[in-house]
């Protein structure tokens, strides 16, 4: 018996009794109810079945090299593999090792078949010695895009159940979810479901409520264990869902689906990285003509006049203007903090009426486009302003649309809409522009993907020649930014009350006004202790 460790890559069938049917077990009280995993030995990099007791923290394994599988009954299989036994001064002998497992459905039973096949196969792949005595241990897809601690920041992070409940009580979010599946029943009575990402299994329970003939629901994180336990709780539902865990970039489904559901936005609806695995689930389990819930993502953009914030951003970084901190002088490091500040989105709710143009949208067809497109976006930006004012950066939030046969049904970060997790975001320019009424703002947003699970922005901004005598199309001033999507500045506070722009403060009144209390409390403007502490959570 082994200690049933944690894999770095597997998959889980939670619910499966099982027993060692070798006679000299039999005495053991082997077996029981509990969970079967398919992953990978950390030492050898060898591929094996391990089956765990519940409340038991002891595993019944087989290595899979030279296992084999024959089906027993609609659920039930036996798992055999040779292994050896040695003792001091005794001849080696070798031996079959058979373990009976039964799954809770046969839609699990051929789902656990295909997991065998695939990780025998895989088996054969690795502990292959390379030239320096190394393991060669193959990696998936996303392992090759996603650096292995970001990866497990993430997974840990959405295997807790508190931050489960802060989606889930984002009642935009959740309440249209439910809406667009129940509004549309017919594209889910009596077909196979495919929840991406599945997370605490909410929206598998929808498909089943709308009448999904079964829903596979994929999860990668521990969240698997909970979904489980709510599941079983709704046994009306549950006993037409299936629980796998791992990646859709990895684990294997018995049967096409009809219809994928997933919840893969992050904040300006990109990060995480996680539409791509929609994509590539879309590609892997889709059966042709099927649809995909959402169907499309729009990402909308508007340039903004926000002088509260600007000085709010800059303010910042005035600490560092100090001469004579504990006998030190601060200020070298001045325009190096400056520039970091403004390298972070902001992420909050703000008035929409600080938008100085009609916004523009850039949108992802998430039932046609390729998994590459979403490695680099480069999105082209014109506007005309409807003021003269200072432009301070651009404004962006996104909607994604529930294509379905009976109603279609958006749901929206917009500003002045009602508030959602994701809130809207801005790129602040550390070099404001200034226009005037009618005067055209053109520019590019261009999004670079990265291992981290996120990206990188390039933000450029111009104010074209404008007025009777101006050169036609010539630039009269332009601003650039780049910033780090996965390290934003969460200014969650309540939107500051929208002042119009011809009542709006010089920059160098409203710096005399808050630079004293904010180096006196060492805070940011209108931000608590607790939202400052609070700022560096991770924020989908």
């Known amino acids: 018996m082994a200690s049933a460790d944690m894999f770095p890559s597997a998959d889980m069938f939670p619910n499966v009794s099982f027993s060692d049917v070798n006679a000299a077990a039999a005495s053991q009280e082997a ?22 007791s519940t409340g038991v923290d002891q595993a019944m394994e087989i290595y899979l090299s030279d296992a084999q599988i024959f089906k027993l009954g609609r659920t039930e299989w036996l798992c055999v593999s040779g292994e050896t036994e040695a003792k001091p001064g005794v001849e080696e002998k070798l031996f079959s090792r058979a373990i009976k497992a039964v799954l809770r459905t046969e839609a699990e039973s051929k789902a656990f078949s295909l997991a065998f096949q695939r990780w025998k196969q895989l088996g054969r792949k690795t502990g292959e010695p390379l030239e320096n005595g190394s393991i060669m241990v193959p990696k998936s897809k996303f392992d090759t895009k996603i650096e292995a601690s970001s990866a497990q920041m993430y997974f840990h992070y959405y295997g807790q159940l508190l931050h489960q409940q802060n989606m889930l009580q984002d009642f935009v979010r959740t309440g249209t979810y439910y ?37 596979y629901a994929v999860e990668a994180s521990e969240m698997v264990e909970h979904a489980q336990r709510l599941i079983s709780g709704n046994p009306s539902l549950g006993q037409r869902i299936t629980i ?46 099927g649809k995909m819930f959402p169907t499309t993502g729009r990402i909308h953009m508007a340039p903004f006049s926000d002088e509260y914030l600007y000085v709010e951003m800059a303010n910042k970084a005035l600490f560092w203007q100090q001469h004579n901190f504990f006998g030190v002088d601060l200020t070298p490091l001045h325009s190096s903090a400056f520039d970091g500040y403004f390298s972070q989105p902001v992420v909050d709710a703000f008035d929409p009426r600080l938008l100085i143009s009609p916004p523009t949208y850039h949108t992802l067809d998430f039932t046609k486009m390729k998994e590459e497109d979403l490695y680099e976006m480069d999105i082209p930006l014109s506007f005309v302003s409807t003021v003269g004012t200072r432009v301070h950066g651009l404004a962006c939030w996104f909607d994604v649309l529930f294509d379905g046969s009976t109603v279609q049904r958006w749901l929206t970060t917009a500003p002045g809409s009602p ?3 994701w809130y809207q975001l801005r790129c602040v320019l550390a070099q404001p522009l200034y226009v005037m009424a009618g005067q055209e703002i053109t520019g590019r947003l261009h999004l670079v993907a990265h291992s981290a699970q996120s990206y990188t922005i390039y933000l450029t901004l111009s104010a074209k020649m404008w007025g009777v005598g101006a050169e036609q199309g010539g630039i009269l001033q332009t601003s650039t930014a780049k910033l780090e999507l996965k390290e934003p500045y969460y200014r969650l506070s309540q939107p500051q009350q929208y002042v119009p722009q011809d009542q709006q403060q010089p920059l160098s009144s409203l710096q005399a006004q808050g630079s004293g209390q904010q180096m006196q409390d060492g805070l940011s403007p209108g931000i608590t202790v607790e939202q400052e502490r609070d700022s560096a959570a991770f924020t989908r």
Do not use: C, W
């Open 31 to 52: 077996g029981g109810g509990g969970k079967a995993v398919f992953g990978l030995d950390a030492a050898s990099g060898a591929a094996r079945l391990s089956f765990v």
């Open 179 to 215: 809406a667009a599946v129940m509004e549309n029943r017919s594209d889910f009575e009596g077909r196979v479901v495919v929840d991406v990402g599945a997370g605490s299994g909410i929206l598998s329970l929808f498909a089943a409520q709308a009448g999904a003939k079964h829903v």
């Open 419 to 421: 508030t959602t997790h």
């Open 244 to 289: 796998i865990k791992g990646k859709v970039e990895e684990v294997e489904l018995p049967e096409k689906a009809d219809i994928l559901i997933s919840e893969p936005m992050g904040t300006l609806l990109v990060n995480e990285r996680m539409l791509e695995s929609y994509v590539i689930a879309r590609d892997r389990f889709l059966a042709p003509d």
